[in-house]
């Protein structure tokens, strides 16, 4: 089999498992949003860092401040031990392959992070994964993957101080970080 078989089979994996319910961390999970086209293209990379966007509510500017767009939500948490995208960020990841998809000049760092449970080879490991597993989705959905990179932080940079769930599953997760370029 070739090489690019097995790149896209964990992907295909991915879209298929994607209908299996998982619960995300209370108060946290993202409200369902339809993502719009708003009608607007880019013309340059220069252009994309400095378009505005007028939408129906009146908000001008760039649509990354915009704090009601899906764009303003840049963290995807996890269950317990699993590198699996929970169904309810899946909107999330969509609007971000979709601005990344019309902004071929933006970039985006996906930060893996862990709780402090497991040692520190496996939560850096967990924490690739996690970044792994946001980035294929993103790249199946529009963005390339010179756009896309990964890095894992494991359990160094905890969201939250705390030694049960309540602040565990809140360092579960992964941050989508743009690039200056």
């Not at 990379?45 to 001008?60: K, Q, S, Y």
């Not at 760092?109 to 946001?134: A, C, F, I, K, M």
Request: glycine content about 10%; charged content about 30%.
């Amino acid at each position: 089999m070739n090489r690019r078989f097995w790149i896209i089979l964990p992907a295909l994996l991915l879209l298929a498992l994607g209908g299996c319910e998982t619960v995300a961390p209370k108060d946290e999970a993202p409200d369902e949003v339809a993502v719009e086209d708003q009608g607007t293209t880019i013309a340059s990379t220069e252009e994309a860092r400095t378009r505005t966007l007028e939408d129906e509510r009146g908000f001008r500017g760039n649509p990354l401040d915009d704090p009601a767009s899906p764009l303003a939500k840049r963290i995807v948490y996890f269950d317990f031990d699993s590198a699996e995208v929970v169904n309810g960020y899946r909107p999330i990841i969509e609007a971000h392959a979709a601005y990344l998809s019309d902004n071929p000049g933006a970039a985006i760092t996906l930060e893996g992070h862990t709780d402090e449970r497991g040692s520190r080879e496996y939560n850096l490991g967990l924490g690739e994964r996690r970044g792994h597993s946001v980035g294929r989705t993103l790249v199946l959905l529009g963005a390339t993957d010179r756009q896309v990179q990964t890095v894992s932080y494991g359990e160094e940079k905890p969201a939250t101080d705390g030694h049960g769930e309540s602040a565990w599953e809140l360092n579960r997760r992964v941050e989508i970080i743009y690039q200056e370029r």
